[in-house]
């Protein structure tokens, strides 16, 4: 099982950066592009995607294991898929292109048709305040469901040419939501606020580029995430935004808060982690380069994304490292020990010591001088810590580990054989 792969991102030096082990790698069982997930419950989830360049990849992936096993459900329909959402253990929407809209009233086995459209556009993200009243939302529309689902009537609908691209949405209550969309002839986004029910959807916030994914943690506290490492913050339930923004390139394409613990997910597969309702932002490994699209929680501790290439990550602790202190005596020095057994296969500790509380850097490289795996990457307070290195992913030979903290190195020589 891969634990550790290197994706290097510079980010502002303010941020603890944290290299996680807790994100790992789920078989999907395909390559297509995964863009929505919902769970109902710690064992049933469903995502949806397709090849969008090839419009006839639909696909629907459903377990009930918690994510060890996915397996594939059939529709009558065959448009890619952008979003999922369900309103009880039963009764599911999806959304896609085409303005395509599907229903399931017994958990995946079959899926209805209720709208399908004239091709021009689409419809990317479904949001239900309660089992009753929900909107959906894509190029040049919005609708409105006060049935569960079942009929559905505009509330905006333009040409279906996409100049107005709507690309979240998020229902608060059933007359209180927030939306976010793009104006492509002011290259501007939009977060739009409705007080009944969609009727209307006056601008809050607006500004350059895009805005993509919306979630709340209650009435009061949201997120809006988006290009080059946006971030927008609501405390009054969206009548005003906080803009912040954590000076990445990446975009963000997800965003779920539970509670005061939140993540956000996007472009080469980054992941950041809040535990102060989005005050503050750290930087998780996610094990993956893949885009990732979505980001789903149960809980502070056990959740999923999903992305390109058939990509499902799974964590059941909050996306933690995988670092150990062993002892609290403060040592005497800075000092890093032989990894132990050494050679190895496939699985090696690594042992050192901090005398004082520092910023520490346990960083893997191959023979060849190239990063291979970032260990450790964070404020650590005096003590013994161990790490574990899985090379189950890579080849045999020398490999070397580096300590750094301050102006005190050292390095190490481990040895990989299979």
């Not at 397709?50 to 009558?76: A, D, R, V």
């Not at 499902?312 to 490292?321: E, M, R, V």
């Amino acid at each position: 099982m891969k634990k550790l792969i290197l994706i290097l991102v510079i980010i502002n030096s303010s941020l603890i950066i944290t290299h996680s082990q807790g994100w790992v790698n789920q078989n999907s069982g395909t390559n297509l592009d995964l863009r929505g997930c919902f769970f109902t419950d710690v064992n049933t989830g469903y995502v949806v995607g397709g090849n969008i360049s090839l419009n006839n990849n639909q696909i629907i992936l459903k377990t009930t294991n918690s994510g060890i096993n996915w397996f594939i459900l059939t529709s009558t329909d065959t448009n890619y898929l952008y979003d999922i959402c369900f309103i009880n253990n039963n009764t599911g929407i999806a959304v896609g292109w085409n303005r395509t809209i599907l229903r399931t009233t017994n958990s995946g086995l079959n899926w209805s048709v209720i709208l399908r459209g004239d091709g021009a556009s689409s419809l990317q993200s479904v949001s239900f305040a309660d089992s009753i009243y929900g909107n959906t939302v894509g190029s040049g529309a919005i609708l409105r469901t006060t049935n569960g689902g079942l009929n559905w009537f505009y509330q905006y609908n333009s040409s279906g040419k996409g100049t107005l691209i709507y690309y979240s949405v998020y229902l608060i209550n059933n007359t209180i939501g927030i939306a976010t969309s793009f104006y492509s002839l002011t290259i501007r986004y939009y977060i739009g606020r409705t007080v009944n029910g969609g009727t209307s959807w006056p601008t809050v916030e607006t500004g350059t580029g895009y805005m993509y994914d919306i979630s709340f943690a209650n009435t009061n506290t949201g997120i809006i995430v988006g290009q080059n490492g946006r971030i927008y913050k609501t405390n009054n339930s969206g009548v005003n935004w906080i803009s912040q923004n954590l000076n990445v390139s990446n975009t963000f394409l997800g965003v779920h808060l539970k509670t005061s613990v939140g993540y956000i997910v996007g472009t080469n597969g980054i992941i950041f982690k809040t535990t102060d309702s989005g005050n503050t932002w750290n930087q998780q490994f996610s094990n993956t380069g893949n885009t990732l699209y979505s980001v789903y929680f149960l809980d502070n501790n056990i959740g999923f994304t999903i992305g390109s290439n058939g990509t499902i990550l799974k964590t059941t602790n909050g996306g933690a490292l995988g670092i150990e202190p062993i002892n609290s005596e403060i040592p005497e020095d800075f000092s890093l020990s032989q990894n132990y057994p050494n050679p190895f296969n496939p699985m090696t500790k690594l042992k050192f010591q901090m005398s004082n509380e520092s910023f520490a850097n346990l960083i893997i490289y191959d023979v060849l001088g190239r990063e291979v795996a970032t260990l450790v990457n964070e404020q650590l307070k005096p003590g013994t810590y161990e790490v574990e290195f899985d090379g189950s992913n890579y080849p045999s030979g020398i490999y070397f580990y580096k300590l750094s903290v301050g102006e005190f190195t050292e390095t190490r020589k481990a040895v990989l054989v299979k």
